[in-house]
């Protein structure tokens, strides 16, 4: 009888073990940085004030994705409208897809005609998000953005 206690005994470290050593590398792969990225499009206006509108989509490394909506407010020396067609967006300092939402900061220089390579870097704390995209319109001035991303929610 007791031949048969050890071997129940046995077989539960056996299956413990692995859930054991599954622990400290969870806690690692938190702190990790993922490769997330954003596709979106984005359409403007700006006399004076600067402001944009858009959707997009983001996927991480870790399978995690979310529906984004988009939007740039600002103000400083512009003039122009213009549309991102096949915006790109690249994020580091990503922990997990939560932190993707909010507000980011940005200024920048802008100049372009027709179509443009849109392209500027916006930061939340340790967050940075590269965006990139073909733009359509026209915009000359400087303006100083908020960009915020918030959860998509269909209206």
Known sequence: MRKSILSVGAALAMLAAPLAMSVPMTAQAAD?????????TMKGWSILYKTSKGI???TCSNGQ????RLSSLGGGLVVGKSTIDDGKGDFSGVKDISNIFGDYASAQGEVGAVKTAEGTVVSKGEIN?????????????????KFTIAPYVKK
Do not use: E, I, P
């Open 56 to 58: 997009g989509h983001v």
């Open 65 to 68: 994705t979310a529906k984004v």
């Open 32 to 40: 990790t940085d993922l490769s997330c990225k954003m596709s979106f």
């Open 129 to 145: 998000l590269a965006l990139s995209g073909t733009g359509r319109g026209w915009d000359l001035g400087v303006s100083f953005n």
